[in-house]
């Protein structure tokens, strides 16, 4: 089997150092293995995605030194396939409709397990058999199920569905699919055969394993990195507008520099010689 690796960015603000090290990270995988990087742009979210951002972010990727082949994928553009997943969970049941708000959720569930994390839900809509109508849809968890992956980087990890996480969010009331959703259709239809992220998303990969089990699809392998920081050992923040490759850029940073102060954290090469 040929690697396809992927860089699945979300142009909700300008990269910031944090993206390109864990995607320079996903390139050095796949350029070990001989294999293919595909950019798959995640901008499902009309609101939080704009278009300032999109403009910029294929130069900013490759000021950086980052590479990809084929045409990129933009997933505004794919909605049918998701409706088309949407469908498949529905008929299977693995589905349902919940009118609870955001706040609701957050005060039955109490506080969540970690900064990263959402709440679980608390089951308020799940037995209800609503139609839909302004509703989001939720996968329905398993109660208790001790599910298990491999991560190429972690080794062995597991979690109990229903316990470490709950129903979650695979189409929203205003018409958007959900992450979850989008992710698991993409990487599969777009054979990624190693998905490399940060460790922030290793709760999602249970969520995803779900989703790929009820669609029947097969899941890829998952390297999740370490927390990416700064050289002063500071968690890089998402919003940090100082770390953007834009304002690094105009300051007449060198990537390359800028790749070997936190490329040992992650234990891969800065060079691409
Ligand atoms: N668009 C997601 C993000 O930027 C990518 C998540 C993933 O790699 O699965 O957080």
């Not at 933009?74 to 009118?99: M, N, P, W």
């Not at 597991?158 to 699919?177: E, H, Y």
């Not at 249970?206 to 089990?213: D, G, H, N, S």
């Amino acid at each position: 089997m040929h690697y396809r690796g992927r860089f699945a960015p979300s142009p909700t603000g300008y990269l910031h150092l944090g993206h390109a090290m864990t995607f320079w990270a996903a390139q050095e995988r796949c350029r070990e293995r001989g294999g293919k990087m595909i950019l798959r742009i995640e901008d499902l979210d009309a609101d939080r995605c704009r278009p300032e951002f999109c403009d910029v972010l294929e130069e900013d990727l490759r000021w950086f030194g980052l590479r990809w082949d084929e045409e990129p994928f933009r997933q505004s553009e794919r909605r049918a396939v998701y409706r088309d997943a949407f469908e498949k969970l529905r008929a299977g049941k693995h589905i349902f409709a919940c009118t609870c708000s955001r706040r609701d959720v957050m005060s039955a569930a109490g506080a969540p397990h970690t900064e990263n994390d959402e709440p679980v839900y608390p089951g308020t809509c799940r037995e209800k058999n609503l139609d839909g109508t302004n509703a989001n849809w939720r996968f329905r968890v398993p109660e208790g199920e001790v599910m298990q992956f491999t991560d190429a980087n972690f080794g062995p990890r597991i979690a109990i569905s229903g316990k470490d996480f709950g129903d979650f969010l695979v189409w929203r009331k205003d018409d958007v699919p959900a992450y979850q959703l989008a992710v698991v259709v993409d990487d599969a239809a777009m054979e990624i055969t190693e998905v490399v992220r940060g460790p922030d998303l290793v709760v999602s990969t249970f969520r995803q394993l779900l989703v790929y089990r009820a669609l029947g699809l097969q899941p890829p392998a998952f390297y999740h990195t370490a927390l990416i920081r700064d050289e002063r050992g500071r968690r890089l923040a998402k919003r940090d507008a100082g770390m953007s490759l834009r304002t690094l850029r105009e300051a007449g940073a060198d990537p390359e520099r800028l790749r070997e102060q936190v490329a040992a954290s992650l234990r891969v090469k800065a060079s691409s010689r």
